[in-house]
């Protein structure tokens, strides 16, 4: 009755449904139960203060989502009331005569629970001081009881030392066959690796020996190109040399003032070089897209000299042409001075007009 006043005080004082309730008494006492329906029909609420645990996990499927576990406290809170039993006054009797008898031996604080527990659980020393001993006869059979249990406990943890020996024995054993293994290993890895290198270094040579072998192959195929452009400049060299000595002998042909001005001579060089100078402009433009050509040093050397030779021309053609004039003038004032005073000059019969 003090517990269910006491968890209705700590209730609010208006409890509108059971999220609100906060606080319940869980009991399979249905006397309890009763009495609960009773003050709650006194108090006119319509929230129970004791629950069956049934009643319980029937309550919290609105609020708790359904798992396992909660599976598992439903079936649970079904045997609760065959868990239950009833009193046993002579049993707790037994258990405190145990208890005492433990406190009177020396370092019994020390006693691990477990061992407390076994010995209180025992049946045969729970049966024999069932019956009417004496006080020391008690101690004795708690104390023959406690002496079995720690020598029971001293062989099971004997055993488990023994256990965990062979563990480690074992499991040092699979260590040195893991080094072991591993060790092996990384010989393999590091043989491996040696074998990685030295092809890599073989390789290296191969491709270095094919790139000598390469570069050898193009030199000797730049070699021999540049042999062959060179053969092929100078066949067109001969053939310039030749057109222009062609172009100017026949332009003292074509052109005999020109040739009386200037002077047949360098008419035919001012004629041959404008022609080689053509001639060499219309190769260049040939081979303008001809590296090995273009590289040729005797083709460099004409292209340089070019614009000198052009220089030269224009500088001939005046040069001549001044020359012969002063040359002419000179003529002129020497048959002046060469002919006596008084002499007339007549001019010569025309041959056209016979």
């Known amino acids: 009755m003090v517990l269910w006043h006491y968890v209705r005080d700590k209730r609010p004082s208006y409890v509108e449904s059971p999220v609100d309730a906060r606080d319940w008494i869980l009991t399979v006492d249905f006397r309890f ?8 029909r006194i108090l006119n609420s ?11 996990v029937q309550l919290l499927q609105f609020w708790v989502p ?35 008898g433990l406190g009177r031996f020396e370092g019994s604080a ?11 659980a025992n049946d045969g020393l729970r049966a ?30 004997k055993q488990q030392a023994k256990r965990l020996e062979t563990e480690l024995r074992n499991r040092e054993a699979s260590i040195l066959s893991l080094d072991t293994e591993k060790k092996s290993k990384e010989d393999e890895i590091a043989r491996l690796q040696a074998e990685i290198a030295e092809q890599k270094a ?30 092929r400049y100078i066949g067109w060299l001969v053939f310039l040399i030749v057109v222009a000595g062609f ?29 080689f100078i053509v001639g060499h402009l219309a190769i260049e433009y040939k081979y303008r897209n001809t590296s090995v050509m273009k590289a040729l040093w005797l083709f460099v050397q004409v292209q340089r000299f070019r614009a000198w030779l052009w ?38 019969p025309d041959a056209t007009a016979n």
């Open 110 to 120: 020390d006693l691990s629970e477990i061992t407390i527990t076994n010995v209180l």
């Open 311 to 348: 220089s030269f021309v224009f500088l001939s053609f005046i040069v001549g042409v001044i020359g012969n004039l002063v040359a002419n003038n000179v003529q002129t004032s020497l048959d002046d001075q060469s002919q006596p005073p008084g002499t007339v000059l007549t001019p010569a």
């Open 202 to 231: 073989l390789v290296e040579a191969t491709g270095s020996e094919n790139q000598s072998q390469a570069e050898i192959i193009a030199a000797m195929t730049a070699k021999q190109e540049a042999t062959a452009a060179l053969v």
């Open 33 to 40: 139960i009763g009495f609960d329906q009773h003050k709650q």
């Open 128 to 157: 024999r001081l069932a019956s009417n001993h004496t006080g020391e006869e008690e101690i004795t059979m708690i104390r023959d009881a406690l002496l079995e249990e720690t020598n029971r406990r001293f062989e099971e943890e």
């Open 247 to 275: 172009t100017g002998w026949t332009s003292v042909l074509l052109f005999p003032v020109l040739s009386r001005v200037i002077s047949q001579q360098w008419v035919f060089v001012l004629s041959a070089l404008i022609a």
């Open 66 to 100: 359904r798992t396992k576990e909660f599976e598992e406290a439903m079936l649970g809170s079904l045997r609760l009331p065959l868990l239950f039993q009833e009193f046993d006054a002579e049993a707790e009797r037994t258990t405190l005569k145990i208890l005492a």
């Open 46 to 56: 319509h929230v129970p203060l004791c629950l069956h645990p049934t009643a319980l």
